[in-house]
């Protein structure tokens, strides 16, 4: 089994930072992509950003210059530096991370979520 666990989420007012972390853990024998997406109400999910073990990193228009995802390979661990947020930030964030298992199974796994409420 493979579990994905996120922390950092919370209310910030607008101009603010937050700093989300997502671990993954279990049965995992590689992970090559690992990413953030979030789902606001009414709307749909919508990557936010990813980063491959390489460290190639990709974002979405709207978080360019704001957003920084990062990752610790040995630790299984990506981190998303949220800066200058705004109230249209506010969604459930999701950890994603696309890997193989020791049981030589790839696909996608997701966390549980983590609510970011940006005031204005």
């Known amino acids: 089994q493979v579990q994905l666990v996120e922390s950092g989420g919370g209310l910030v007012q607008a101009g603010g930072s937050l700093r989300l972390s997502c671990a993954a853990s279990?049965?995992?024998?590689?992970?090559?992509?690992m990413g953030w997406y979030r789902q606001a109400p009414g709307k749909q999910r919508e990557l936010v950003a990813a980063i491959t073990s390489g460290g190639s990193t990709n974002y979405a228009d709207s978080v360019k210059g704001r957003f920084t995802i990062s990752r610790n390979n040995a630790k299984n661990t990506v981190y998303l530096q949220m800066n200058s947020l705004k109230p249209e930030d506010t969604a459930v964030y999701y950890c994603?991370?696309?890997?193989?298992?020791?049981?030589?199974?790839?696909?996608?796994?997701w966390g549980q979520g983590t609510q970011v409420t940006v005031s204005s």
């Open positions: 994603n991370a696309h890997l193989t298992s020791r049981g030589y199974y790839t696909g996608d796994y």
């Open positions: 279990g049965s995992i024998f590689s992970i090559n992509v």
